[in-house]
């Protein structure tokens, strides 16, 4: 069972930084994979990032690489999303969640989903 917990969310103007912070508990967290997804209203749940139990491996979405960057320490339990030169279209609910599985970025194979934090980007 892992438990998971968002936040570092926002409102912030286009070209901000925010750091999100995913805390896990539970004894088995450096064991999953563990990914970042957004949704934005009256869209669908969408993948934004994903980091393997290592941390060696990353892969992100088009519409954030070279912008956003993954990353955990599982000493603390954590996982960050570090988002970069904000858009108005990164506006979203964000989600981590947690999989056992490697490479993940379909969202019905993650066990493990937070509660959301909400990132607002003006323009």
């Known amino acids: 069972q892992v438990q998971l917990v968002e936040s570092g969310g926002g409102l912030v103007q286009a070209g901000a930084s925010l750091r999100l912070s995913c805390a896990a508990s539970?004894?088995?967290?450096?064991?999953?994979?563990m990914g970042w997804f957004r949704q934005a209203p009256g869209k669908e749940r969408e993948f934004v990032a994903r980091?393997?139990?290592?941390?060696?491996?990353?892969y992100y979405s088009d519409s954030v690489k070279g912008r956003f960057t993954i990353s955990r320490d599982n000493a603390k339990n954590t996982v960050y999303l570090q988002m970069n030169s904000l858009k108005p279209e990164d506006t979203a609910v964000y989600y981590c969640a947690a999989t056992p599985f490697v490479g993940e970025r379909d969202l019905r194979r993650y066990d493990y989903w937070g509660q959301g934090t909400q990132v607002t980007v003006s323009s």
């Open positions: 539970g004894r088995t967290f450096s064991s999953y994979s």
């Open positions: 980091i393997s139990w290592s941390g060696v491996s990353t």
